[in-house]
């Protein structure tokens, strides 16, 4: 299997923001002579004929000032506070979550640097040997992928203080070229990382470090937290680099920092996985208590919720633990055979709401919750449980889908996993039993239902033995041992061997055809697991502060692959994204815990986020409307103004954070502000959702969604939804017929009408200091008291110095062809064009606005859907669906195609309600965000199909979305471009026998339909 890569966005930019700091300087392949270091007379005559001509970058020679006006023009588009000054010749920082593909980003940085300024000469340096194989890996499964778009390759390597021919290579080359090094290699004791800056009789008297230097190498730093203490920071000096790039989630210092994605972005975006966290509490270690383990609570529309017990039984020999679904009068003193310790223990009330069971002498039990006497090794059974059933319930749901689930178990003894005996002969260790016996047990007691043969055929076609699989280090006599620990803080291992292994089966373990799905390797190599395919991680050891929760969940965040290679992000699953890509942690810990350390360290890592909603979060910002041309600066009286409406909708608590109400209704289209603040909604709502929330970024806990929607059968059957599905399931193709001159015509008059860039000036304040307060005075400077200030005008942004690409950068926004782009350039008004003197980034970012917004309506007035034979099948309504809590986000529904419905909004929730209350409804359901229409701008997933009894309505058959608000000025645009496409999808594929419509609640939806 080969992994496929996309061009993503936001790689594209954080590579453009990097590139554009150095705007305005000349593509160069300078070339120099390389010191060939021959000293006797028989090594000259062996080398005269010999080349010595090397390949170096570039010197820089646009001025600081430039690169500083660019650097803070970078920064502006992306919404980091400017710099006031270049941190050395020449840093700049990048901040990407983990998972996001950070390496890709910086190869595909290689090769805009290369591809515009001619550099070619790059050093990767990491901090370890797990992340330098894992960079490696990287390079060589993204090689087809980056031919393809640029037409050449990197030659990468890894530098080996034994091999230095290649750093020969790496001199004289004139393509392309990587050193990949690890920090260890150049800064330990050892004569190993000595060697690169000594004189080497077999390197002819030379050394290394100046081959290397000599090439004026671009420094790419990986994890710069980890690489760059004071001593390795000296010795980063001896490679002579042109620039030092920084790439990180979690930076101590930021150096000129030109692009961020923090982990709040990146989860907003879904571009990882969501996490969730199944916790074990454990309370009461004495043995007077009985031993109770409440795995979950199980909710059923038509009878009372039972509740899955682990207690202990008397046997005939033994007393052994059990696990059984229990109902409300249950007796465990009765049940377990008259063991003492449960007198008293019957079951009073089972709580789905609360997911805890009561017995009758006044013991309240929560899910996940261990009571009792419960030892070490028991508790690592729990965990091993937990981990298959849950990798289960996940793999039943993905198996259709042809995405492979993977769980890793983390541990600290490999004696734990696998032992030898005395004639070398490898035998089960006490987890590697524990985990058999448990997935027979597991696999016994899973109930599958029909339409799920091919995946029963799957599991029964894998043996417990051979479904798991160990990674670890190996020793002279080939067998696997504890990896010795060469870095104490992180607790990890340098075994470059056991890394090899890991990355070589990478793709391997990715196939359905592979029968390994359950990862047993040691905690020091967990660096070399980044497999997207990871859902499930279970660290088997006892809970130490010092390895850091981001570090235990970072290992599976990335997004899945299916089983051809293909990523499943938003392009492949549309809104259900984090449907499929969740993440469980079973922890050894409780959930609260979990959680608290994992948001502390968050926090850290979103330090720069603004805390509270407050009037100074809008003051002195400039917010724009919906069409990208008007720009409304905020003042104190506008902020104050912002704050009340958003107080007045009950957006914000007391403690001046977003309420859940703000999110819902920013979810559901309903987020209403103040009239005369109306046009600017979309970036009023991204300054609320800069805020760092605690809340939006917890981990759900995986035992408190406690309801699962299952489809109705009967309702399947019913002639009232084959007729609706039969009308509504077929695919589509979408064509757009338009002249190229229509467009560039309603560009040109919409430019020539709307833009307007806003003048650059420098404010100039003058103060005074009349008294110190104190050193806090001084350090949040409010010890000046200002006496004056005065507006300049700042002079045209383009300098002479700085070749701008106006037609490239319109045509990257726009997607329109060179030549349209410079048509509409050619035919806008002077004292428009004149505008890009002023400030060219504004007048690039207006006009793209402009052009977008009248190609969306071109596309509108002319696209056409034409119905294809392929069809949605019945299989989505079973494939990967979400989970929900009851009287949280899932109610139970009479009418629905489902027993239950999980919602994103009260609003959705009140339009269910309203369905399965109304007489004329026959049967509905919330479609799958498997089911979706392609448009121009996405998929896109309507939210509801619905078929009525026929009788007093004038459609039968009707698909809905639902918004809270109806007015199309209020609708964004690329919203308003999709429900027009949608409208002209349902139109082409039943003949008008499908209404599609947009309503904002149940009694909007009847007046449309009501004769």
Excluded at 894 to 900: E, G, I, S, T
Aim: charged fraction near 25%; hydrophobic fraction near 35%; aromatic fraction near 10%.
């Amino acid at each position: 299997m080969k992994l496929k890569f996309k061009h993503q966005k936001f790689q594209e930019d954080a590579a453009m923001a990097v590139c554009d700091v150095f705007a305005g300087q000349p593509f160069a392949s300078p070339t120099y002579i390389v010191d060939s270091g021959l000293s006797d007379d028989v090594q000259r005559v062996m080398f005269a004929e010999q080349d010595y001509t090397g390949f170096n970058n570039g010197k820089i020679i646009i001025s600081n000032e430039v690169i500083l006006r660019n650097l803070r023009e970078v920064q502006k588009r992306n919404q980091i506070r400017p710099s006031q000054e270049l941190e050395g010749k020449y840093n700049l920082t990048i901040e990407m979550e983990t998972g996001v593909g950070k390496t890709y980003t910086y190869i595909k940085t290689i090769y805009e640097l290369n591809k515009r300024y001619g550099w070619c000469k790059f050093i990767v340096v990491v901090p370890s040997v797990a992340i330098r194989e894992g960079v490696f890996k990287s390079f060589e499964i993204t090689k087809d992928h980056f031919v393809e778009e640029y037409n050449k390759k990197i030659r990468y390597f890894i530098y080996n203080s034994s091999d230095l021919t290649r750093i020969e290579h790496f001199a004289s080359d004139s393509a392309i070229n990587v050193m990949i090094i690890n920090s260890q290699a150049f800064n330990a004791r050892g004569e190993a990382a000595r060697r690169i800056t000594m004189k080497l009789d077999s390197f002819r008297s030379r050394r290394p470090i100046d081959v290397i230097a000599a090439t004026n190498p671009i420094l790419i730093i990986d994890e710069p937290q980890s690489v760059e203490g004071t001593a390795t920071a000296e010795k980063l000096k001896d490679f002579n680099p042109l620039m030092t790039l920084r790439y990180s989630a979690t930076h101590k210092k930021e150096y000129n920092l030109v692009y961020r994605l923090d982990a709040m972005e990146a989860y907003n975006k879904k571009l990882v996985k969501k996490i969730s966290v199944k916790g074990i509490t454990v309370s009461g270690t004495t043995g007077t208590e009985g031993y109770l383990y409440l795995e979950k609570i199980n909710v059923f529309p038509n009878k009372a919720p039972t509740a899955t017990l682990e207690f202990e039984m008397r046997g005939a020999t033994a007393v052994r633990k059990v696990s059984r679904n229990v109902k409300e009068k249950h007796n465990l003193y009765e049940q377990s055979g008259g063991l003492d310790e449960y007198r008293g223990y019957t079951v009073s009330k089972i709580d789905a709401l609360s997911n805890t069971v009561e017995f009758t002498n006044g013991v309240v039990i929560s899910a996940g919750d261990v009571k009792g006497l419960a030892n070490e090794d028991h508790l690592r059974r729990i965990q091993i449980r937990e981990t298959i059933n849950s990798h289960l319930a996940r793999e039943r749901k993905l198996f259709r889908e042809g995405i492979k689930v993977l769980s890793l178990f983390f541990i600290d003894e490999v004696a734990k996993y696998k032992q030898y005996d005395y004639s070398g002969t490898v035998f089960n260790g006490e987890y590697a039993v524990i985990f058999e016996e448990e997935y027979k047990a597991s696999f016994e007691n899973l109930q599958l239902e029909f339409g799920e043969e091919s995946y029963s055929k799957y599991l029964e076609g894998i043996a417990a033995e051979k479904t798991h699989a160990g990674y670890f280090s190996i020793d002279k006599s080939n067998r696997i041992k504890d990896s010795t620990i060469n870095n104490r803080k992180e607790k990890t291992s340098d075994d470059s061997d056991a890394y090899d292994l890991i990355m070589k089966d990478k793709e391997r373990l990715l196939s359905l055809d592979e029968p390994v799905r359950f990862i047993f390797s040691h905690s020091a190599l967990r660096e070399g697991w980044d497999n997207p395919n990871v859902f499930q991680i279970c660290t088997l050891k006892q809970s130490s502060s010092d390895v850091r929760k981001r570090q235990e969940v970072g290992r599976g965040l990335r997004l899945c692959v299916n089983n051809n290679g293909d990523r499943m992000d938003s392009n492949s699953l549309g809104s259900n994204v984090h449907n499929v890509n969740i993440l469980t942690v079973v922890a050894n810990e409780s959930y609260n815990s979990f959680v608290k350390q994992l948001q502390t360290e968050i926090a850290d890592v979103v330090a720069y986020r603004p805390k509270e909603v407050t009037a100074e979060l809008f003051m002195n910002r400039g917010i724009t409307d919906s069409s990208g041309t008007k720009v409304l600066e905020v003042d104190r009286a506008v902020a104050y103004k912002i704050i009340c409406s958003l107080i007045g909708n009950d957006y914000i608590d007391d403690h001046n954070l977003p309420t859940d109400k703000y999110h819902e209704d920013v979810n559901s289209g309903k987020f209403v502000v103040a009239e005369e603040f109306e046009p600017y909604k979309a970036d009023i709502i991204s300054i609320v959702s800069s805020v760092y929330d605690p809340k939006a970024l917890a981990p759900e806990d995986a035992r408190s969604n406690n309801v699962e929607p299952r489809v109705n059968k009967e309702k399947l059957q019913m002639s009232a939804f084959k007729e609706l599905w039969n009308r509504i399931n077929s695919k589509s193709a979408y064509v757009v017929y338009f002249e190229a001159d229509e467009l560039v015509e309603n560009s040109i008059e919409a430019i020539n009408n709307s833009l307007n860039v806003s003048q650059i000036y420098y404010k100039v304040e003058q103060g005074e200091m009349e008294e110190i307060e104190g050193r806090e005075a001084l350090e949040a400077g409010e010890a000046f008291a200002n006496a004056r200030a005065e507006n300049i005008v700042s002079e045209p942004s383009v300098s002479t110095q700085v070749k701008y690409d106006l037609i490239g950068k319109i045509v990257t926004e726009t997607g329109l062809t060179r030549s349209a782009v410079a048509a509409i350039l050619k035919g806008i008004n002077e004292e428009k064009f004149s505008l890009f003197v002023q400030n060219p980034e504004e007048f690039i970012i207006k006009t793209s606005n402009i052009i977008n917004e009248q190609k969306a309506t071109v596309i509108i007035e002319h696209i056409t859907y034409n119905k294809l034979q392929e069809a949605y099948s019945m299989d989505i309504f079973t494939d990967a669906s979400m989970k929900g809590k009851l009287g949280k986000n899932a109610i139970q529904t009479n009418k629905h195609l489902y027993d239950y419905l999980i919602y994103d909004s009260e609003n959705e929730k009140n339009f269910a309600v309203g369905l399965d209350n109304q007489n004329e409804v026959a049967v509905y359901v919330k479609l799958p965000g498997g089911f979706y229409i392609n448009t121009p701008v996405g998929k896109y997933n309507p939210d509801w199909a619905i078929a009525f009894n026929i009788g007093n309505v004038r459609h039968i058959y009707f698909v809905a979305e639902t918004k809270g608000s109806l007015s199309t000025l209020q609708l964004r645009e690329i919203e308003r471009l999709k429900i027009d496409c949608a409208r002209e999808h349902f139109r082409a594929i039943s003949n008008g026998s499908v209404k599609y419509d947009v309503v904002d609640s149940y009694q909007t939806l009847l007046e449309k339909v009501l004769r």
